[in-house]
């Protein structure tokens, strides 16, 4: 080694200190540093993936760890993820990121209903990096629409983001919709579950944990060709008992009836002002959207995490979290010719108290 060789920070500790300064950036809506700071790492010969993957999709994840320990708000985390897009869209235009088509033709896009679109933008521009030729349909695409434009475009595959777990049963339908015309997916996000389980379970092509496996896998050939007449509820024959279909259904009047109940059975509620009051009825709703969903895969594990993560958000924010089990007692009450809805809200009550205990020890 030369000792004339001027001293050099290791790659990765100058990507970690790029990604410092982005966040800087954009927790404090400084929009103007931070796409000066990705296009002068371009201009430094800083290649356009890395600049994406390790240092933009790197602060998104700080973004979302920030709100949920309740260091940033709702609107200090949209107003980030606004900048963050901003940058990529900066990334994109930079000539280091033309990049001519050698490959095929892909489709990206997140499922309807699902708003979080910047994992999906980071995956398409990563893909034109690497020669697709790529449409990008952006956050929240109605399936009629997105199996539109598959037929007007003959995609080779449609590469589907979904980041909130209540979103399956519709990415569930989109999924089989594609397949129903021939294209294969890949598919992609936190909702899809720890590697991808879900993804399996509903029977796509393929599943990748980031923007990097998903080029990467695609690199390696063509996914495999669907099979057409596939249906639904050949994957999940257990919706036969109609659990899934009746809370879905009826989950207004669920919440309702457990609200109404909850003022009984947890007194302190009583004392709640309007806004309390208002967030409760939120909550009531995500957690009976999570039991939907959890019914729809017959997975109790994913019910039980929402449960825990719940508390954790509540313990951060100070918020009690001692509804949590009147909630679900009542919920089960409610439900109580359901089976499987019953051993899903049993199982997540008993996470409950071992969450509580472990974090009362902690104390």
């Known amino acids: 080694m030369s000792t004339s060789t001027p001293p050099r920070l290791p790659r990765s500790a100058r990507l970690d200190r790029f990604a410092e300064q982005l966040w800087d950036a954009v927790s404090a809506a400084d929009e103007y540093t931070a796409t000066e700071l990705v296009l002068r790492m371009l201009d430094d010969g800083t290649d356009p993936e890395t600049v994406l993957l390790d240092v933009v999709a790197k602060v998104q994840g700080r973004v979302g760890e920030e709100w949920a320990a309740n260091r940033i708000s709702v609107a200090q985390e949209h107003a980030a993820t606004a900048i963050n897009e901003r940058a990529?869209?900066?990334?994109?235009?930079?000539?280091?990121?033309?990049?001519?088509?050698?490959?095929?033709?892909?489709?990206?896009?997140?499922?309807?209903?699902?708003?979080h679109g910047l994992?999906?933008?980071?995956?398409?521009?990563?893909?034109?990096?690497?020669?697709?030729?790529?449409?990008?349909?952006?956050?929240?695409?109605?399936?009629?629409?997105?199996?539109?434009?598959?037929?007007?475009?003959?995609?080779?595959a449609v590469a589907l983001s979904s980041s909130i777990a209540t979103r399956l049963p519709t990415a569930h339908a989109a999924i089989t919709a594609c397949q129903a015309i021939g294209v294969p997916v890949l598919v992609g996000g936190?909702?899809?579950?720890?590697?991808?389980?879900?993804?399996?379970l509903?029977?796509?092509?393929?599943?990748?944990?980031?923007?990097?496996?998903?080029?990467?896998?695609?690199?390696?050939?063509?996914?495999?060709r669907p099979q057409t007449n596939h249906q639904q509820f050949d994957d999940l024959p257990h919706l036969d008992d109609q659990e899934y279909t009746m809370v879905a259904r009826n989950s207004t009047s669920l919440v309702r009836q457990v609200f109404t109940a909850l003022e009984h059975a947890y007194p302190a509620m009583r004392s709640y002002d309007d806004l309390q009051r208002e967030r409760t009825a939120e909550d009531l709703k995500h957690i009976v959207d999570f039991l939907a969903t959890a019914l729809y895969?017959?997975?109790?594990?994913?019910?039980?995490?929402?449960?825990?993560?719940t508390a954790q958000i509540l313990r951060a924010r100070g918020v009690p979290e001692m509804s949590l089990p009147p909630t679900l007692a009542l919920l089960a009450r409610e439900l109580g010719d359901f089976p499987r809805a019953a051993r899903i809200l049993h199982a997540a009550t008993r996470a409950l108290i071992t969450d509580h205990t472990a974090a009362g020890n902690a104390v």
């Open 297 to 309: 895969l017959d997975d109790e594990e994913l019910f039980t995490w929402f449960i825990i993560w």
């Open 119 to 156: 994992p999906a933008r980071l995956l398409a521009e990563v893909l034109k990096l690497r020669g697709w030729r790529v449409d990008y349909l952006g956050a929240q695409v109605p399936t009629p629409h997105l199996i539109t434009h598959l037929h007007n475009t003959r995609a080779d």
């Open 88 to 115: 990529v869209a900066a990334v994109s235009v930079h000539p280091a990121a033309r990049t001519p088509v050698t490959r095929g033709r892909i489709t990206v896009a997140c499922v309807d209903g699902e708003w």
């Open 190 to 200: 936190a909702a899809f579950g720890p590697q991808g389980r879900y993804a399996k």
């Open 202 to 224: 509903l029977g796509a092509e393929a599943w990748a944990p980031d923007a990097r496996a998903a080029a990467d896998h695609l690199a390696r050939g063509p996914l495999p």
